[in-house]
């Protein structure tokens, strides 16, 4: 089992930046992707950014591309998001999810293993 925890969320002005963290524990997958999904009010969860734990791949959804910075540290276990030039609708509970190996994905349900989430509210 995967257990994946988030934390870094809070309450920012437009324009600001945030760090998300994302500590993993229990059994990993050398060839597994991280990636970090949101879900506003009313909305579907969508993909924002992922990265594989070995190598150097990364992906990013278009909406957050040269504002958003996905990165990990393996001594750590821990998948950073860094977010900068926020956006009020950037405002959505940010979640950490993990599959069990293969490619980036960009749909939930190629992830089977998620975090409780944080909140992220950008003010304008």
């Known amino acids: 089992q995967v257990q994946l925890v988030e934390s870094g969320g809070g309450l920012v002005q437009a324009g600001g930046s945030l760090r998300l963290s994302c500590e993993t524990s229990?059994?990993?997958?050398?060839?597994?992707?991280l990636g970090w999904f949101r879900q506003a009010p009313g909305k579907e969860r969508e993909f924002v950014a992922a990265?594989?734990?070995?190598?150097?791949?990364?992906y990013y959804a278009e909406s957050v591309k040269g504002r958003f910075t996905i990165s990990r540290d393996n001594a750590k276990n821990t998948v950073y998001l860094q977010m900068n030039s926020l956006k009020p609708e950037d405002t959505a509970g940010y979640y950490c999810?993990?599959?069990?190996?293969?490619?980036?994905?960009?749909?939930?349900?190629?992830?089977?293993?998620w975090g409780q989430g944080t909140q992220v509210t950008v003010s304008s």
């Open positions: 229990g059994r990993t997958f050398r060839s597994a992707a």
């Open positions: 990265i594989k734990w070995s190598g150097d791949f990364t």
């Open positions: 999810a993990a599959n069990g190996g293969g490619a980036i994905g960009v749909r939930p349900y190629e992830y089977p293993y």
